[in-house]
């Protein structure tokens, strides 16, 4: 058994990100500024948006998402119940309704096919979750948001990197929102990028995000600047500072890196618990794509095991190795439960995931011989625990 615990993520930060928020500090300017429009023009280029909106975290982009498109008091939402809860808690937060799309029982994306069947005539938009890194099926998507006037907003959260049929995430006809808090493929520490094709809705999020202020602060302060503004719109306080931006701009060039051993890992783990019956392990989807392998995320059968998921990760961390929690379904959680109303069975695909899922280590900096530690867990715990 490994003799120090593995957690389940790690940033991978070197001395290029250290030195770039040292030179940040010592700049004389911390906030938004310069790096943070490099990042956004990297950012931008590197996914193939034609806009991008710089934030503090991909909740903020949800949020100003939410509120340019106007959804209002009464409107429905349709997502996944296996996501983040702040995918939905926004929704709550802008008065509109969550409906949850029961998932695909392999890939754990939302099941396109049992969209239509829950659009009513509230129905303002769909927010399709790239879960774990892989795409969803857009194309069924895209042309019901067509048919029905439906905005289409991706969380992208997991998907910096990922393709869908040789496109980029973060390209499509659509706004696609990314987090870079520390768990994700890239970090700058907490943020979040807005990406989308429409300037008018780009323009709108660039105000919301900034006190609704029509000009950057650090343009007023720089020496062609002046000092005056005017305010737009009441805005709010969401713009992401040079110190985030530091890290992005060094993390952004390894992504493709970071993704490769991903890869490398999630394909090591496929291989050596093929045959573990105790394990459902994730299914790549049929389509052309790229995963970007943000989580590995095996469904425990506990049918199979005298124990529960949460005893199962609690037997690995006596193993030495750490798991996490992605996720617990939308609709098993306590306010939702009560608000949502979903009926027993309603979600099938999605409550048989959330009682077993769980993902294991997964981050660029583990070595081979870390995943072969993983492996050996996994076994032990489930040889200790077969019916
Ligand atoms: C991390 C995450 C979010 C929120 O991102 P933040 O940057 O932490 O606000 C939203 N949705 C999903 C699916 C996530 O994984």
Not at 219 to 235: C, E, Q, V
Request: aromatic share 8%; charged share 25%; hydrophobic share 40%.
């Amino acid at each position: 058994m490994r003799t120090d615990f593995l957690p389940f993520s790690r940033p991978t930060i070197e001395d290029a990100e250290i030195n770039e928020v040292v030179d940040s500090l010592r700049s004389g300017w911390i906030t938004t500024g310069p790096k943070v429009k490099r990042f956004e023009e990297e950012f931008r280029s590197y996914v193939g948006a034609p806009y991008a909106v710089p934030l503090s975290s991909a909740t903020a982009g949800l949020h100003l998402t939410l509120l340019a498109l106007k959804i209002r008091e009464g409107d429905e939402i349709i997502t996944t119940p296996m996501t983040f809860a702040s995918t939905v808690s926004i929704c709550v937060l802008c008065g509109a309704k969550p409906v949850l799309v029961d998932i695909e029982p392999g890939t754990l994306n939302i099941d396109a096919a049992k969209i239509r069947a829950k659009i009513t005539e509230r129905t303002r938009a769909v927010i399709p979750v790239h879960f774990a890194g892989q795409s969803c099926d857009m194309d069924p998507i895209f042309a019901l948001a067509k048919e029905f006037g439906l905005a289409i907003i991706e969380d992208a959260a997991h998907a910096a990197g990922t393709e869908y049929k040789g496109q980029r995430i973060g390209s499509l006809d659509s706004v696609s929102i990314f987090s870079f808090h520390p768990n994700k493929n890239i970090t700058t520490g907490e943020g979040g990028m807005v990406c989308t094709p429409d300037e008018a809705l780009a323009e709108e999020i660039s105000l919301l995000k900034f006190h609704g202020m029509n000009r950057e602060a650090w343009k007023r302060f720089a020496a062609s600047g002046t000092p005056n503004y005017d305010i737009m719109l009441p805005g709010f306080k969401y713009n992401m500072m040079d110190i985030q931006a530091a890290i992005g701009i060094h993390q952004l060039p390894r992504l493709d890196g970071f993704i490769d051993r991903r890869t490398a890992i999630a394909e090591f783990y496929n291989r050596e618990l093929a045959d573990t019956a105790e394990l459902a392990l994730p299914a790549y989807a049929p389509y052309e794509q790229r995963h970007a392998w943000h989580l590995y995320t095996p469904l425990v059968r506990i049918e199979h095991l005298t124990i529960d998921r949460d005893t199962f990760m609690a037997e690995l961390k006596k193993e030495n190795i750490g798991t996490g929690l992605h996720y617990k379904a939308i609709h098993h959680h306590e306010y939702y439960r009560n608000t949502l109303n979903i009926a027993p069975g309603e979600l099938p695909n999605a409550d048989y995931a959330s009682d077993r899922i769980l993902s294991l280590p997964l981050f660029p900096l583990m070595t081979m011989d870390d995943a072969r530690d993983v492996v050996e867990g996994v076994k032990n715990v489930i040889a200790k625990f077969r019916k």
